[in-house]
């Protein structure tokens, strides 16, 4: 819950012939806030850093191609035939005649499934904010509720670049 208390003072600018400047409006307020703040994602030390980077920069793409409804350079990141991607027909339904409000995914979780040297599994939990779909024709709005997600992401390792081949629910 956030307090907010303006209080405006107000200087008066009659008879003033200082080069025709008026007096600034002098704005003071006090914002007490009450935050809470999310604890920052540990990445486990035993899963790589270039795995991990390759996990968020996925999701920073998803997350724009869901703000955007440009999927582009999210489908130029993974394996052309990875499930992963099978959210972007949506994706491009909803934004022919519409847009997507939220839905931006966060990464609460990573654990490293398994390794070898040129293979990787990692476990990603992540969770959706709420969305709200707009319709444009229609004016129609649809909100989805937050969304807790488990998915495991296949990687490979070529010429030193991880890429995401595939992707799973693991239940």
């Keep these: 819950m956030s307090i907010v208390l303006l ?9 003033s012939t200082n080069a025709g400047a008026a007096a600034p409006l002098a704005l003071s307020s006090t914002v007490p806030t009450i935050s809470r703040a999310e604890s920052p ?20 793409l998803f997350n ?13 990141l993974v394996a052309k035939d990875c499930p992963c991607l099978n959210p972007v027909g949506a ?14 995914y ?10 070898e040297r040129s293979w990787a599994t990692i476990q ?19 909100q989805f509720p937050e969304h807790q997600n488990i998915t495991n992401f296949i ?3 070529i010429d030193e670049s991880w890429l995401i081949i595939s992707s799973e629910d693991p239940r």
């Design 106 to 115: 966060r990464i609460t979780r990573l654990t490293l499934i398994s390794q």
């Design 124 to 142: 990603v939990e992540s969770k959706r904010g709420i969305a709200t779909q707009v319709t444009a024709s229609t004016g129609a709005r649809h």
């Design 91 to 104: 994706i491009h339904a909803i934004y022919h005649d519409g847009v997507l409000l939220g839905a931006r």
């Design 7 to 15: 209080i405006p003072i107000l200087t008066s600018c009659t008879g």
């Design 41 to 60: 994602l540990l990445i486990p030390e035993n899963v790589p850093t270039a795995v991990a980077t390759a996990i968020f920069e996925y999701f920073r």
């Design 64 to 76: 724009l191609a869901l703000e955007t409804g440009r999927t582009g350079d999210l489908v130029q």
């Design 155 to 157: 990687l490979k390792n």
